[in-house]
Nanobody, 124 residues
Framework: QVQLVESGGGLVQAGGSLRLSCAASGGTFATYTVGWIRQAPGKERDFVAR????????YYADSVKGRFTIARDNAKNTVYLQMNSLKPDDTAVYYC?????????????????WGQGTQVTVSS
């Protein structure tokens, strides 16, 4: 069993940066694909980024390409999301997830483990 705890969210002005962290405890974190998903108020969840267990493969949603970077440190059982050039449309609760088991990357049902989320608010 893996527990995921996100941190690093907050309020930032448009154009600013934030780095989210997701610390994992228990289980074999290094063997799992990890990802970030977000949900804005009144909207469906959106896939943001994911990274393979070794870190060799990375995928981003078109809306964040060139602005966000996902990274993982398997020695520290932690995954990060560096967010630059933030826009008001990036405002959402950001969730980290581990252990993709197929299907929709934006759905909790597609992952073995899902964090509690951290709020990111970008003001204009």
């Amino acid at each position: 069993q893996v527990q995921l705890v996100e941190s690093g969210g907050g309020l930032v002005q448009a154009g600013g940066s934030l780095r989210l962290s997701c610390a994992a405890s228990g289980g074999t974190f290094a063997t799992y694909t990890v990802g970030w998903i977000r949900q804005a108020p009144g909207k469906e969840r959106d896939f943001v980024a994911r990274k393979s267990p070794s870190g060799a493969s990375t995928y981003y949603a078109d809306s964040v390409k060139g602005r966000f970077t996902i990274a993982r440190d398997n020695a520290k059982n932690t995954v990060y999301l560096q967010m630059n050039s933030l826009k008001p449309d990036d405002t959402a609760v950001y969730y980290c997830a581990a252990g993709h088991r197929g299907g929709d990357y934006s759905s909790p049902a597609g992952w073995l483990y899902w964090g509690q989320g951290t709020q990111v608010t970008v003001s204009s």
